[in-house]
């Protein structure tokens, strides 16, 4: 009973969260209300004895992404006043990309069957924990396909860094392995001066 | 169990473990807060100490009511929410902080068997709770509207996001060692020897240096820099909910103690069998100490890191090293046929 009271909680807050970030005016609030989804969305992985899922989902998305979305957003200049003006230019258009989306969700749901089989998978992975489970899946069944997607993500990176990265002059930079490399016999003379002449700025004879 | 049963009988049956479960949080709540409380005592007196002074010691003897009487004060105060500022995330941020900071003690074992939840995936849980911690400093500098607390709250999210991928890395080689992500079975792992000592030993030493800068202290300290930043984050705050912040700090300390207690240091193991007449847990709580002593003892010593070494120790060094040490205790266990069994 209390399981299923649950689900109805988290299920509801999902859904009512994933609708305020769409709804919400502030940008920071959309980001809070899609980490409130991600947190439901453990949630339910709970319920369903996905404790593995459910914790890489907070640590991942909820402690990594969306501190990175909310720290882009954070620094954006976003104006308000602007945008809602320029909300009636892009109506037709983004009304008509929405209804398109939604009648085809609409026929997808309507033509949606439940396999029979999948009903009755197992819950439970023959006495292991789902940790292993899952290890044992990704690194033997699905072991290419794992690496491929790392290898996509790895490109990804890559490519995100070369776009954006710039190397300006005259920034000053603390190079430790040369500050390291230096010995004193390269930044030190020690003259022995005499009395009355002082130094002069020649370099050394 | 005697107690549970009495409240079964007392309470009903849904009510009853209920009425447990709240005595057994609360059981490990107050304590906590006891100690979070001497913690600022003792790192005043400990800093007191380190630089020849005498530290506080005018309320109670030896000053020992001092914690006491800055909690009256700061409760005391009035609480002060910027016109600009955006009210609920500025209250909500603190109370986040605070919150989590207990949170994370629900997986926490203390003894063998003494543990509120005895999760499977505790470790994942705790690192969970501690990269979420991330958000009350971030909401409170954004939500304070003022460019010191937005400044501290942007250096917060950068570091710590930085400083969790080593962390994550590190736990990776603890887990490979002891073969579950269950704490007590990482604790029980240990029974043959520390993690602290042994292959893992350099994990040991980045695993707590990475903890400085999680946990926001000295020489990491950027997210509240008053040379630059006033108070850095909490530069807006007041009264309790400053102190919550200021709390939930202390509690983290405590809490990456025990964790580094839990991982290297054999939790509630002692040192040699022929000590285990001394109880589990006062091992556990000697290991924290010592671990917390090292945290005053570091912010005594050290001055603060610039930024840009802070992020270059962090994604440089630390990353490269706790990534090579994965590799390397993996291909060590592997070669010397000690890989902890798997399969269920």
Not at chain 1, 97 to 110: N, R, S
Not at chain 1, 157 to 172: P, Q, S
Not at chain 2, 302 to 322: A, C, E, H, N, T
């Amino acid at each position: 009973m209390i399981s299923s009271l649950l689900f109805y909680l988290f299920a509801g807050v999902l859904l009512a969260s994933a609708t305020m970030v769409v709804a919400a005016r502030n940008p920071v609030h959309a980001v809070l209300f899609l980490i409130l989804c991600f947190f439901n969305a453990a949630g339910l992985f709970l319920l369903m004895g996905a404790e593995f899922l459910a914790f890489i989902l907070m640590i991942v998305y909820v402690g990594a992404v969306a501190v990175l979305f909310l720290f882009v957003v954070m620094m954006l200049d976003i104006n308000l006043r602007r945008m809602r003006q320029e909300f009636k230019r892009h109506l037709p258009l983004g009304g008509a990309v929405a209804l398109i989306l939604a009648a085809q969700l609409v026929l997808l749901a309507m033509a949606w069957k439940t396999d029979p089989k999948a009903l009755s998978v197992p819950m439970a992975t023959n006495g292991l924990d789902n940790t292993r489970a899952l290890g044992g899946l990704l690194y033997t069944q699905y072991f290419y396909p794992f690496q491929v997607s790392g290898f996509i993500l790895l490109v990804a990176m890559v490519g995100a860094i070369t776009l954006t990265l710039r190397t300006r002059k005259g920034v000053l930079r603390q190079n430790v392995t040369r500050q390291l490399d230096r010995s004193v016999a390269e930044v030190l003379e020690i003259h022995k001066v005499p009395i009355g002449q002082g130094i002069s700025d020649d370099p050394k004879p | 169990m005697i107690i549970p049963t009495f409240l079964t009988s007392l309470l009903g049956p849904f009510l009853g473990p209920l009425a447990w479960m709240v005595l057994k949080i609360i059981a490990i709540i107050l304590p906590l807060l006891g100690a979070i409380a001497y913690l600022t005592y003792a790192e005043r007196k400990v800093m007191a100490a380190m630089q020849r002074r005498r530290g506080p010691n005018a309320i109670g003897p030896f000053g020992l009511l001092q914690p006491i009487a800055d909690g009256l004060k700061l409760l005391g105060k009035e609480t002060i929410i910027p016109t600009g500022a955006n009210k609920l995330l500025f209250i909500f941020a603190p109370l986040l902080t605070f919150t989590l900071a207990l949170a994370a003690w629900a997986v926490v074992p203390f003894e063998q068997g003494v543990v509120l939840a005895d999760i499977n995936v505790g470790v994942l849980y705790l690192f969970a709770i501690s990269s979420l911690s991330v958000y009350g400093i971030i909401l409170a500098g954004w939500a304070s509207n003022s460019k010191y607390a937005f400044l501290g709250g942007m250096r917060a999210a950068a570091q710590m996001i930085s400083y969790e991928v080593s962390i994550g890395l590190i736990i990776v080689t603890v887990l490979l060692k002891a073969g579950s992500l269950n704490l007590s079975h990482i604790v029980e792992a240990q029974r043959q020897g520390w993690f602290a000592f042994g292959l893992l030993f350099p994990m040991f030493i980045l695993f707590f240096i990475s903890g400085l800068a999680e946990t926001n202290r000295n020489p990491f300290d950027l997210p509240e820099g008053e040379s630059e930043l006033v108070g850095g984050f909490n530069t807006e705050y007041s009264s309790m909910t400053f102190a919550l912040f200021f709390l939930g700090e202390y509690a983290n300390m405590i809490l990456i103690s025990a964790m580094t207690s839990i991982l290297f240091l054999g939790g509630w193991l002692p040192p040699v069998a022929w000590l285990s007449f001394i109880p589990g847990f006062i091992w556990f709580f000697a290991k924290i100490a010592l671990c917390l002593f090292v945290f005053l003892w570091v912010r005594a010593t050290l001055p603060r890191y610039r930024y840009d070494q802070l992020m270059r120790i962090g994604w440089k060094v630390f990353l490269p090293l706790s990534l090579l040490w994965v590799v390397v205790t993996a291909g060590y266990l592997v070669a010397s046929g000690t890989l902890p069994h798997t399969g269920g």
